[in-house]
DNA sequence: GTGGTCTAGACCACC
DNA sequence: GTGGTCTAGACCACG
């Protein structure tokens, strides 16, 4: 399990580690019955506060992705890869329906945001691959 | 020219408003030369705080869109155009590679994407001409 | 508004501060579209650490029963009364069940039960018209 | 003697433990002189930490519910049967008054609150005995 | 070792 | 002024 934190990225930190869990849940890199880093591991390895790492948990926990089992840790729910699968599903369409409506409110034909967008699943494939081969 | 601001946006108020005076001079609904709403006047159409509409509207001058004519009002910059038009479809394909990157690192087959895509496009399209017409 | 916080409940004071801004919107002591104190303003007043009122909003948000404005403060959900007194009940009687099953569990025969909570009500009563009036 | 050990609980399974014997004690499940399983057998059974147990039964000895014999094990102490009659009574009053206190300072009504109460006693008694018979 | 809570103090964006 | 986020460091209960 590794995350990656983009302090730029405008986005919280521990909302990104809340959404890469999940998504790591709805992809099954993370497999219900699993434990999750610790608070403290995970700080460490992110050099992240330890406290922003146990808000993100607690999130987690209160989406129900996360249980807590008395002093062992964080367990992945069970019944979590569903619920997170759906989510990511939802959030992608959602945030696909922002950004082309401010195009096509904002004058883009749709033609040409067609081609923006086939660019953009070449280049991030092209990215993706060469950084994962 | 009428602006919509929506406060669960997220993105803010005045950031908002910048964005779409620039999508407004990249689409031709605002031209060259032409005045724009004073801020007093635009924050009472918007009922928002003047301080908001004024800190939007500096932001548009140091972007070089907006230009103040003395004792007038402010003007949108002949120079201006060309700059929105690339802005704005630099933005678009910065969004889009964004989105596209998430969801592809998450797991999301591109196919599948490609539909979702598809289904905004419509469900925009759909919307948009309704709302319009 | 004034929230009592017990160091000694057990309950976390984040979540004592969750439950009694609940009741309060339940029984309509805090009203759609009022105000809530704000971060620092209550943190003053109950001599806790801001993050700790600011967590008890966070979670406050996150059930929809306060909604943030913009610079302005966080006010009470319009659509939140409803769920509020659901919630309300639905916990008193999950308490009660609880302390029920338990007492009868453990031996304790119903009716001595029933004189157990006849005489808590009139406790309660007593004191609380007593502190009230 | 057969324990239940219910890790949502929210309360400490030690602590669970401890009710759970008293309770027995008060009831006469568990009878004075009687031998408590050891440590081990008890951590066995209920798949549990035998410090867990061990903690348990710490506390029983600080409350004088069982006594030491050296190299037989831990047995009910003669003197605790009373002790823990008034202690469930008194534990199980104190209860009450706490979630009483809570719903009528949350607006709850008092003819409300004897209907939750009637409710929560009769599906307890239906569940016990459908359970127990 | 684990998670849970709290304090103290800082910085940011927004209105 | 408002809420939002983060760091640093402490203490606690639990297993």
New binding site residues.
Partial sequence: MIFRID?DDG??????IVRQVKYAVASGTLAPGE???????L?RQL??????I??A??QL?ADGVLE???????AVCRTAVRACVAERQALVLERLEQVVAEAVQGGVAPDDLRTLFERSVRKVMRGGTAEAG
């Fill in positions: 302090a986005l919280a930190i521990y909302d990104q434990w999750i880093p610790s608070v403290r591991e700080a050099t992240v506060n330890p406290n922003t146990q808000r948990y607690q926990q807590p089992v008395r002093g062992r840790g964080l």
